[in-house]
């Protein structure tokens, strides 16, 4: 019989199959190549396009997982606190770069800090874990207050802290989703720096950014607004003069708030702040209040005046 008509059938499906293959992974690189043209907008570009919020979560929370269990060396940052008489509790330091450690270790060489000075208020939360110079007092059940303008963050700080499970968390943490100034009220324009969203600024930076729109808070207003939240749930009778620590990561902004802070008669115990380019004005508005720097790192510095008791 002839072969003719059934090699020309076989040679039909073949096309047929080869055509579909080939549209197959057509559609495939089309879709492939959207999806890098997108992931490059976000990433590489860097804020020139915000990364959707599906996306985004996803990204944070596997970021996340495990965050700074490790330092750049590899090496996990662990505490061992004795929170009570032969009591001692195991702790991950999870600040950026071990500013905790050095606080927590002075601290306890100090006499025991009186439990109204256990407020922490930290002002540029971000998501209130990754890189937080609060996450690890809240552990050890002092009440915080976590100023952040950016609303991601701020519902990421309910997630990462206010429900993880921290006993009495949800009473002791309060959240304040505005972006603190040393004396304006009112709404700016917050820029965005891509999909991780930290080193976000009220200033805008040389690197691509996205602006949102947030409220602001001049320091007076700021303080005042967690004093009434903190009186409201019964966690305070007076705002403390002397809270245990005053953190502050603003993005060029720190040493403008530190000073409407003391302007209002604020004095943390201890006081953490970035500056790269002018450290000595730290020194020279916070020296004569007798604080002493503990330590100044990368940019990081920390100061430390003991309480002397003062209450209101």
């Known amino acids: 019989p002839s072969t003719g008509p059934r090699l020309e059938g076989m040679m039909a499906v073949l096309l047929g199959v080869l055509t579909l293959l080939f549209l197959g992974f057509a559609a495939l690189g089309i879709y492939g190549g959207r999806t890098l043209y997108r992931l490059w907008k976000i990433f590489v570009r860097k804020g ?6 599906e996306l985004y979560t996803l990204f944070r929370k596997v970021k996340t997982l495990g965050a700074h ?11 061992i606190l004795e929170i009570a008489p032969g009591l001692r509790r195991v702790f991950i330091d999870v600040s950026s770069r071990g500013q905790i450690t050095t606080v927590l270790a002075h601290m306890q060489k100090q006499p025991s800090l009186p439990i109204e000075h256990h407020l ?3 002002v540029g939360a971000n998501d209130g874990f990754q890189g937080s110079h609060s996450f690890n007092l809240i552990q050890l059940g002092w009440t915080a207050a976590l100023v952040e303008p950016d609303p991601q963050a701020c519902r990421e700080i309910r997630d990462n802290v206010v429900r993880r499970g921290l006993s009495g968390a949800e009473r002791r943490v309060v959240v304040c989703n505005v972006a603190a100034t040393e004396a304006t009220d009112g709404e700016a324009e917050l820029f965005v720096k891509g999909w991780r969203r930290t080193g976000s600024s009220l200033r805008k930076p040389d690197a691509k950014t996205y602006p949102i729109n947030v409220r602001t808070a001049s320091v007076p207003t700021l303080l005042r ?4 939240e903190l009186k409201a749930r019964g966690l305070l009778e007076t705002f403390p003069v002397e809270p245990g620590v005053l953190s502050l990561d603003t993005e060029g902004f720190d040493f403008e708030v530190l000073r409407g802070c003391i302007d209002q008669g604020l004095r943390p115990c201890y006081i953490l702040a970035e500056e790269r380019e002018d450290p000595d004005r730290y020194y020279e508005l916070l020296t004569p209040l007798g604080y002493e720097c ?9 100061f430390y005046r003991a309480p002397t008791g003062q209450i209101n």
């Open 48 to 53: 020139r396009e915000p990364m959707p919020p």
């Open 69 to 79: 269990l490790a330092d750049s060396r590899g090496i996990g940052r662990i505490l």
């Open 120 to 122: 922490v208020i930290d």
């Open 225 to 228: 607004n967690i004093e009434q």
């Open 294 to 302: 503990l330590a100044y790192f990368d940019a990081d510095l920390i």
